[in-house]
């Protein structure tokens, strides 16, 4: 009996388990923080009120119910002791013939941690569901508001960093502004929110072709959204970001601008990147540890076609699902492959009816690409039985734009937690 | 211009804002300390991860959005100054002609405020995630857990009180446990929790008849749930339920034992019950203050021919309708009327196919019941563009068992909020 643990439920991790269930002579643990299974993808439509959170995340468990071999627990990973293939959790110890690592990155404020608390990042549920918050209590506060100076302020929400996380944040607060909201208001009008997209590079969406970004720029701008690049951030206060000489107040500042590695690569004994990435074989094992494996975004990955490869779910996709074959491989006398990867382009979302898709040489923009991105995104969000159903569901609340997800859910709650495994967080 | 000022928008504020809309020579103004109508009577189904909040809160904004004479915040109200036709509240201060109350009751530990801590009462939408989390949680922890005892302790739960809320508790938690749960786990058997509903009278649902609260008991013991009836709970502390000299383990305890009523009502002036509801007049208004109303849960309102009202959804509804037709004639130059309640009776339901249903003389029971619970919290459920398609949604994730709502979401954020008026609670 062969035990394979996987830490981490992301892609990597998912895909992995995937291909081990049900295999002979296998016995799987999955690790995880949280009891499901986030489509990051989506994650910032639940930022912005256009899907709630139980549309794009599934329970661990669920998807692994029939798989009898998969055990799942919900923990986190306090040590791993590399050398004596152990890995320690606040429920216990864990030990392992294979390791397999998808515990991705976090979010990364350039040495200003006090700047978090102003412009939070969007990772997990909880972020989402605080930006949520944050977004539509600065639209109630400018209502309440008599003095225009500060309801200005409200009415100003600041996305920090221009890849696609920050496009498709401030394209979707930018259609929430000029289309959602424009009959809800009495004190003021929605429509003459600003919008402002700051990116340090010269333009946005930099891993896009230039043509795209100019585009992206312009669907951007047609919802309201002023973009901002060669900009660079250089202070964030409460409701205050500086950029060198100047300063604008924003009621909403949100982040998206920098990522870091995760801290317990400081445990794999192997050799790290500038951003503390895991360096990885060919075969995505560490150098000195062969029946160990990092992929997706904490890992560290270059070919010679590719050059070092994005942090981005494809890529997870993969890389989970090939560390699973080559460990079958093995375990059934075979020889290990090299990684390959398939590079099936990229695409960011720009509102309900516009995006940009590169892939290889095919560039699409517009309705084409965001039925596109539509298709791909439905395809690839599992844990329902029935796709087309959510299909018709996400088509229905896309298009009357559904009000119920437009919750201020507040993240209080008077009483410690009982447990207390998320106060921390590794990833 | 007459000025109307609705104090929070459950079913009391929603409907007579309803009844309001579009009418000429008024101005509506509806504060809540939420941003969103919650449709009480299914917030035990997102406590046991059966639907999301977003499926039961409509954004007060959109409700109204259409209607331009009335206006909503999301505020808190800190003192209403009766003599003065005044509302003091966290943005300022509102003037009224009239004045409509309907703000509810919030949970009574019995002078045992120390026990809401380990024994959370289900109102809010926060609550009922916290619930949420606190059972998936019990069962996570047991799945990891080596020592019985604790084990057997994770897998207890004992919901206080026998009223509706507590039976559709408890018959939720048996059936997570008996049909959800059934293959999701490999260190424990869901289905050998133990689930204790704790009632301190001699049967639950002391308002119904004696045949129905017999079959109801013997609904929800078909799901597992082992009912207690003349046990009266002395202590709660972490972990420990004590019933006299009973002491009994339990990881999960809820609370839906008694109810208290608003603190605000000792700022109107007018004579209260024991309770602390307000004693209102044949036409809900104060003895002393005839243009401000109180209906819903904080009113006590008594007819010969039905003694004093429950507190429940329709009684809710139809006063609040009442008080707008009401105020509505007196503008008008009419007579006000004395409110005559329509008893549509009362319903509960047990699990997904059971529920007990008491209308005059017409007594359901069973999956006949359940069906017509069903199509009642269809109709009534407000904010959908298609009801129909709710329906079908509903019928889809009822069947399913969908598992997308099982999120075990985390309640700490590790930054105040910014705005914090949600900190105190008034219902």
Tied chains: 1, 2.
């Excluded at 939070?120 to 972020?127: A, C």
Aim: charged letters at 25%.
């Amino acid at each position: 009996m062969k035990k394979i643990l996987i830490l981490g439920c992301g892609f990597v991790g998912l895909n992995a388990a995937k291909e081990l269930a049900d295999k002979k002579g296998i016995e799987v643990t999955v690790i995880d923080r949280k009891n499901y299974h986030l489509f990051q993808p989506l994650l910032y439509q639940v930022a912005t009120a256009g899907l709630s959170p139980a549309d794009i995340a599934t329970p661990v468990r669920s998807i692994f119910s029939n798989n009898r071999n998969i055990k799942t627990y919900k923990t986190e990973v306090k040590k791993i002791e590399i050398k004596e293939n152990k890995v320690i959790t606040t429920i216990g110890e864990f030990y392992f013939d294979y390791l397999i690592l998808g515990l991705g990155v976090k979010h990364y404020y350039f040495n200003n941690e006090q700047w978090e608390k102003h412009a939070p990042g969007l990772k997990t549920i909880e972020q989402a569901t605080e930006i949520r918050r944050r977004i539509l209590e600065s639209f109630e506060r400018a209502e309440a508001e008599k003095d225009i100076d500060r309801k200005m302020k409200d009415l100003t929400f600041i996305v920090v960093g221009g890849g696609s996380t920050g496009v498709e944040l401030s394209g979707a607060i930018g259609e929430l502004s000029r289309f959602v909201f424009v009959k809800d208001f009495r004190n003021i009008d929605p429509k003459l929110a600003r919008i402002i997209l700051i990116e340090a590079g010269p333009r946005i969406l930099p891993a896009f072709s230039e043509r795209l970004s100019a585009r992206a720029t312009r669907d951007l701008e047609a919802l309201g959204v002023q973009v901002w690049t060669s900009r660079k951030v250089t202070n964030v206060k409460e409701d205050v970001v500086e950029i060198g000489q100047e300063r604008i107040q924003a009621g909403t500042v949100l982040w998206a601008a920098g990522i870091k590695a995760c801290d317990l690569n400081q445990h794999l004994d192997s050799e790290l990147d500038a951003m503390g990435r895991v360096i990885v074989q060919p075969d995505l094992s560490l150098k000195n540890y062969a029946h160990v494996f990092v992929a997706g975004d904490q890992a560290h990955f270059k070919d010679e076609k590719h050059g070092l490869l994005p942090a981005n779910a494809p890529v997870a996709l993969q890389q989970g699902k090939f560390v699973a074959q080559n460990i079958l491989r093995e375990i059934n006398g075979q020889e290990r492959k090299d990684f390959k990867y398939f590079n099936k382009g990229q695409m960011a979302t720009i509102g309900r009816r516009k995006a940009v898709l590169e892939m290889g040489k095919l560039r699409l923009k517009g309705f084409s690409a965001w039925l596109a991105w539509l298709f791909v995104h439905i395809f690839y969000l599992i844990g329902f039985k029935n796709k087309a159903f959510v299909l018709f569901y996400w088509a229905y609340s896309y298009l009357t734009f559904r009000k119920g997800a437009r919750l201020i859910v507040n993240k209080e709650w008077r009483f410690y937690n009982k447990t207390e495994t998320d106060k921390t967080s590794t990833n």
